[in-house]
């Protein structure tokens, strides 16, 4: 098989809507019921789309932005957008409405898909600083009077006029005319370290990188995804959306993050694209019920999860099992290990895992329930993935070893370096930035790391290693998951470069606090009150002491603020 056997995003869509025809290709909640399209269907909604694009006047190289939660709509509109031969441009829809404003003017944006209402009101706010957009298309309908030009999905696609084979011909035309080098979409970073960069990826960029990771993955046909990540996020549009239909897979919908529990057991998913947050919480919850038990019924937890751990390691690492693991594997999966396995369906195959550094203790706790986590390791820059662990090449602790023709290299520093096939164009409109990113045709990751037999292992962000005042080198992201392993503690950010010690920002699991609090019979107005009472800061501290134990003496906490809500862009 050809490395990337398409042109385009396109002409991928075309060739399996032409091969699959009526299977299978999204399925999503609308008006309380599952509503499904096939691939055929799939490819005719995106033409719609993209014909009533160009009765606008959009032509290729236009930009096109996307300012929607997750939805059907979203992926018809990125597929009209980029059958037009235009550029897709996608806003988180978590972006405040300045942020919203710099991606549409940076990007030069003529059009806007939106979800609905909440939406528009943030473009509302900036109307007068956004003179470019033309146009804004929403998948929602309105009522009331719109202050931006504004018209419905509905409208735009006339989806009850049925595509002509003139106007078939025409689109095929536009498709065939698409260069595999050429843009087909700008992400904007979160610009957390100052002002958002335009990452540009080509459409050969993001095909690489599906076909690669399905090679790498053994991924099959007819699997079910169910996503759930933002698709404005590069880790869910490759590896949760173009992955699955260049491999022939469904993608299935969940109604929010909220209800993934349920949604897991309604669409049985095979794969999942996760992020660790979600393995945290899961993690967290089952120890909950852990500690509920008798002290016999825990002690018996312990005995199978390492019965798990050693058959894990001798059946995936060195690939021999003997007959009595095997056997006590069996006895430990039927009395434990398949009920904490319902909760994720049936067919539950792996869940990959990127976005941020998932601990290793928590990852090697979900392989010995059964639950395969393949953790990988890339960038908005590379189209993400540059590399991760598979069945047949395993090493907990790494991010796995590098797709085909992906070449790592640490520099001097201890940054990784890194070239291949899905390293980006540059940044848009940013010259400076993009010679900056690369030394000698190598991108710099402005991740440390090494590489062991292979396999790429990550110590820390180049930006975030603490050098203390005592001239100490620490690296904060052991320590922050350390802290997040706590069940009282939900996020955690550890801080002290040039500082004679470490402090931390921890977020409370505020299900756990509440509970605390009507323990202890607290008396409080709100969350700001709650997280600074005497009892809640003393519980804390014995939290923190615990973490502080596992640590070398320069590493440990000396301070910490407990804050009353979650860590978010939004709130800077």
Request: some cysteine; overall charge neutral; proline content about 5%.
């Given at each position: 098989?050809?490395k990337?056997p398409?042109?385009?995003?396109p002409?991928?869509?075309?060739?399996?809507?032409n091969?699959?025809?009526?299977?299978?290709a999204?399925k999503y909640?609308?008006?309380?019921n599952?509503?499904?399209?096939?691939?055929?269907?799939?490819f005719?909604?995106?033409?719609?789309?993209?014909?009533g694009?160009?009765?606008?006047g959009?032509?290729p190289?236009?930009?096109?932005a996307?300012?929607?939660e997750?939805?059907?709509?979203?992926?018809?509109?990125?597929?009209g957008?980029?059958c037009a031969?235009?550029?897709?441009?996608?806003a988180y829809?978590?972006?405040t409405?300045?942020?919203?404003?710099?991606?549409?003017?940076?990007?030069?944006?003529?059009?806007?898909?939106?979800?609905g209402?909440?939406?528009y009101r943030?473009?509302?706010?900036i109307?007068?600083a956004?003179?470019?957009?033309?146009?804004?298309?929403?998948?929602e309908?309105?009522?009331?009077e719109p202050s931006l030009?504004?018209?419905?999905?509905?409208?735009?696609s006339e989806?009850?006029?049925p595509i002509t084979?003139?106007?078939?011909?025409?689109?095929?035309?536009?498709?065939?005319?698409?260069?595999p080098?050429?843009l087909?979409?700008?992400i904007y970073t979160?610009?957390?370290t100052?002002i958002?960069?335009?990452?540009?990826?080509s459409?050969?960029?993001?095909l690489?990188d599906a076909?690669a990771?399905?090679?790498?993955?053994?991924v099959?046909e007819?699997?079910?995804?169910?996503?759930?990540?933002?698709l404005?996020?590069?880790l869910?549009?490759?590896?949760?959306?173009?992955?699955?239909?260049?491999?022939?897979?469904?993608?299935?919908f969940?109604?929010?993050i909220?209800?993934?529990?349920?949604?897991?057991?309604?669409?049985?998913p095979?794969?999942?694209?996760?992020?660790?947050r979600l393995?945290?919480?899961i993690?967290?919850?089952?120890?909950?019920h852990?500690?509920?038990?008798?002290?016999?019924?825990r002690?018996?937890f312990?005995?199978v999860?390492?019965?798990?751990r050693?058959?894990v390691?001798a059946?995936?690492i060195?690939?021999?099992v003997?007959?009595?693991l095997?056997?006590?594997?069996a006895?430990?999966?039927?009395?434990?290990?398949?009920?904490?396995?319902q909760?994720?369906?049936?067919n539950?195959k792996?869940?990959?895992?990127?976005?941020?550094?998932?601990?290793?203790?928590?990852?090697e706790?979900f392989?010995?329930?059964?639950?395969?986590?393949?953790?990988?390791?890339?960038l908005?820059?590379?189209s993400?993935?540059?590399?991760n662990n598979?069945?047949?090449?395993?090493r907990?602790?790494?991010?796995g070893?590098p797709l085909e023709?992906?070449?790592?290299?640490?520099?001097?520093?201890?940054?990784l370096l890194?070239r291949?096939?899905?390293?980006?164009?540059?940044?848009?409109k940013?010259?400076?930035?993009?010679?900056?990113?690369?030394s000698d045709?190598?991108?710099?990751?402005?991740?440390?790391?090494?590489?062991?037999?292979?396999?790429?292992?990550?110590t820390?962000?180049?930006?975030?290693?603490?050098?203390?005042?005592g001239?100490k080198n620490?690296?904060?992201q052991p320590?922050?998951?350390?802290?997040?392993r706590?069940k009282?503690i939900?996020?955690?950010?550890?801080?002290?470069?040039?500082?004679?010690?470490?402090?931390?920002?921890?977020?409370?699991?505020?299900?756990?606090?509440?509970?605390?609090?009507?323990e202890k019979?607290?008396?409080?107005?709100?969350?700001e009150?709650?997280?600074v009472?005497e009892?809640?800061?003393?519980?804390?501290?014995?939290?923190?002491?615990?973490?502080?134990?596992?640590?070398?003496h320069?590493?440990?906490?000396?301070?910490?603020?407990l804050?009353?809500?979650?860590?978010?862009?939004?709130?800077?």
């Amino acid at each position: 098989m050809e490395k990337v056997p398409f042109r385009s995003i396109p002409d991928l869509l075309r060739h399996q809507a032409n091969r699959l025809d009526a299977k299978l290709a999204v399925k999503y909640r609308k008006q309380g019921n599952w509503v499904t399209l096939s691939y055929s269907q799939l490819f005719n909604r995106a033409l719609i789309v993209a014909r009533g694009l160009r009765k606008l006047g959009v032509k290729p190289g236009d930009k096109i932005a996307i300012l929607s939660e997750n939805r059907v709509g979203w992926v018809i509109a990125d597929l009209g957008i980029l059958c037009a031969g235009a550029v897709t441009v996608p806003a988180y829809a978590t972006n405040t409405p300045e942020q919203v404003e710099y991606t549409l003017n940076h990007s030069d944006a003529r059009i806007v898909f939106i979800s609905g209402k909440a939406q528009y009101r943030k473009l509302i706010k900036i109307k007068d600083a956004i003179p470019m957009v033309q146009l804004v298309v929403s998948f929602e309908r309105f009522l009331g009077e719109p202050s931006l030009p504004l018209t419905t999905f509905y409208q735009l696609s006339e989806i009850d006029d049925p595509i002509t084979e003139q106007e078939r011909e025409e689109l095929s035309a536009v498709i065939d005319a698409i260069d595999p080098e050429s843009l087909m979409t700008i992400i904007y970073t979160s610009g957390t370290t100052g002002i958002p960069k335009g990452v540009m990826l080509s459409h050969r960029n993001m095909l690489f990188d599906a076909f690669a990771t399905i090679r790498k993955a053994s991924v099959q046909e007819g699997e079910v995804f169910l996503s759930f990540l933002p698709l404005s996020h590069v880790l869910e549009r490759c590896t949760g959306y173009y992955l699955p239909i260049a491999s022939g897979a469904m993608i299935a919908f969940a109604d929010s993050i909220e209800k993934i529990a349920e949604n897991m057991l309604e669409i049985q998913p095979t794969i999942m694209v996760c992020v660790p947050r979600l393995f945290e919480k899961i993690h967290s919850r089952i120890y909950e019920h852990v500690h509920q038990l008798s002290l016999y019924k825990r002690k018996l937890f312990r005995n199978v999860l390492s019965v798990g751990r050693r058959y894990v390691h001798a059946r995936y690492i060195d690939k021999k099992v003997s007959l009595w693991l095997a056997l006590q594997h069996a006895v430990a999966d039927r009395l434990v290990f398949s009920k904490l396995r319902q909760r994720f369906g049936s067919n539950l195959k792996f869940c990959s895992s990127g976005g941020a550094p998932l601990d290793r203790e928590i990852n090697e706790f979900f392989w010995s329930i059964g639950v395969p986590i393949l953790e990988g390791y890339g960038l908005t820059e590379t189209s993400p993935v540059l590399c991760n662990n598979t069945f047949e090449q395993l090493r907990f602790g790494s991010v796995g070893t590098p797709l085909e023709e992906t070449e790592f290299r640490v520099a001097q520093d201890g940054e990784l370096l890194v070239r291949g096939p899905q390293v980006m164009l540059g940044y848009y409109k940013d010259q400076a930035a993009t010679t900056e990113a690369f030394s000698d045709g190598w991108l710099k990751t402005g991740d440390i790391g090494r590489i062991e037999s292979g396999f790429v292992v990550i110590t820390d962000r180049k930006k975030d290693l603490i050098v203390t005042a005592g001239g100490k080198n620490i690296a904060p992201q052991p320590i922050e998951n350390l802290l997040k392993r706590d069940k009282y503690i939900s996020q955690a950010y550890v801080y002290g470069d040039k500082k004679p010690y470490l402090t931390a920002l921890l977020v409370p699991t505020m299900e756990k606090l509440l509970e605390f609090a009507q323990e202890k019979k607290i008396v409080y107005t709100d969350l700001e009150d709650l997280v600074v009472h005497e009892p809640v800061l003393e519980l804390y501290r014995q939290r923190v002491e615990a973490v502080n134990a596992e640590l070398a003496h320069y590493e440990t906490i000396k301070h910490f603020v407990l804050l009353p809500r979650d860590f978010t862009l939004g709130a800077g």
